[in-house]
């Protein structure tokens, strides 16, 4: 029997600060979100982040919480709902950090006697702390629990031509009627090892600028060309004009070392004093609307356009639980399904 795994970043369970500090333990104590060797990992993040961050974060996530829950939970349960309507196997929901948590997904599906899952993390863009985490530990509870199960996983979907029309009329649509001079396409940021480490060549990856669009078998897990290629593809989509758009990347934690350029605060801010009054951001990396969508880019950065002489920060949605993409997502599950791959 075949069944499917939705798989998301995650969120605490509330806003109390001992919550959010268990989040961000699991969280940054990834070998694959904070990449350095155990000793330094557990000392940086035990012995100094989670010593002031969870406060901080708290403070956060009161401000875009929903009295439903985390924004992130709600939307995903929305979107595993809809999507569960319209196929005919099984479809579980799991977060890589908190719950739930992916055991309990496959296990909920290995109780209604599904053996074949489809693992679909919701991250357009491949990276070691997103998509290649959520494989490495669905593998590992797999050996150790599920071993009757076997796996087939959604690749990254940055350019497929159904996910770039979703988001193209997203973005279109959220525009409707309004005035904007530029759309800056914001991508979570990470550091720019990661992007070396990914480089299956072991050579291609310069981090010049230039290496994102030149062929090479590195792109199947580039982040950085695969961000790249997302506002290539939406731009052409919409037709935008040479100049109207542009990529920054966000949430960069300057500890951890030199980021992915440009920075979106830093751009931001760039826009409002050079005169730009009407600036619109979308957010590509992120499935769903959550902390940094929501408070980073929609309080933080809207607040500092304004602060800097820019009069309006127009922010795009994400795409969430939209009619369009729960249709494009459940064909895949189908097609997946009938043995036909996902075309």
């Known amino acids: 029997m075949k069944g499917v795994l939705l798989v998301n970043l995650g969120s605490p369970e509330s806003t109390e600060t001992n919550d959010v500090r268990d989040y961000l333990g699991e969280f ?7 990449d350095l060797p155990k000793w330094f990992r557990t000392f940086l993040v035990k012995g100094i982040i989670l010593k002031t961050r969870p406060k901080k974060s ?10 439903e829950g985390s924004p992130l939970i709600v939307l995903s349960e929305r979107l595993q709902e809809k999507v569960q309507k319209k196929v005919s196997v099984p479809v579980a929901l ?55 199960m076997e796996f087939t996983s959604l690749p990254a979907f940055y350019n497929h031509p159904d996910y770039i029309r979703v988001l193209g009329n997203s973005i279109q649509e959220s525009l409707q009627g309004k005035n904007w001079e530029h759309i800056l396409f914001s991508y979570h940021g990470v550091p720019n090892r990661h992007i070396r ?62 980021w992915l350029k440009p920075y979106t605060d830093k751009t931001v801010e760039a826009f409002a004093k050079g005169g730009t009054k009407e600036l619109a951001i979308a957010t590509p990396a992120f ?5 940094e969508t929501l408070e980073e880019i929609g309080m933080e950065a809207a607040e500092d356009f304004e602060d800097n002489g820019g009069k309006h920060l127009h922010v795009i949605p994400c795409i ?24």
């Open 197 to 258: 480490k990914s480089d299956v060549t072991k050579s291609h990856c310069k981090m010049d600028g230039k290496c994102c669009f030149s062929d090479s078998p590195a792109h199947a897990y580039c982040y950085r060309h695969q961000c790249e290629m997302t506002t290539v593809k939406v731009a052409e989509y919409l037709e935008l004009k040479e100049g109207s758009y542009s990529t920054s990347f966000q949430s960069r934690v300057s500890i951890l070392g030199s």
């Open 287 to 291: 499935v769903s609307d959550c902390l």
């Open 320 to 343: 969430n639980d939209r009619e369009d993409w729960v249709k494009v997502l459940s064909r895949w599950i189908d097609e997946w399904a009938l043995n036909e791959g996902v075309s």
């Open 94 to 148: 799991a977060m890589r950090y908190g719950s739930p948590s992916i055991h309990d997904g496959l296990k909920e599906l290995a109780d209604q006697g599904v053996t074949e899952v489809f693992l679909v993390p919701l991250y357009p863009q491949f990276a070691m702390a997103t998509t290649e985490t959520i494989l490495v530990l669905a593998e590992a509870l797999r050996k150790k629990y599920f071993p009757q």
């Open 28 to 34: 940054l104590m990834d070998e694959r979100v904070i």
């Open 58 to 67: 708290a403070k956060a996530y009161r401000k875009i919480w929903w009295k």
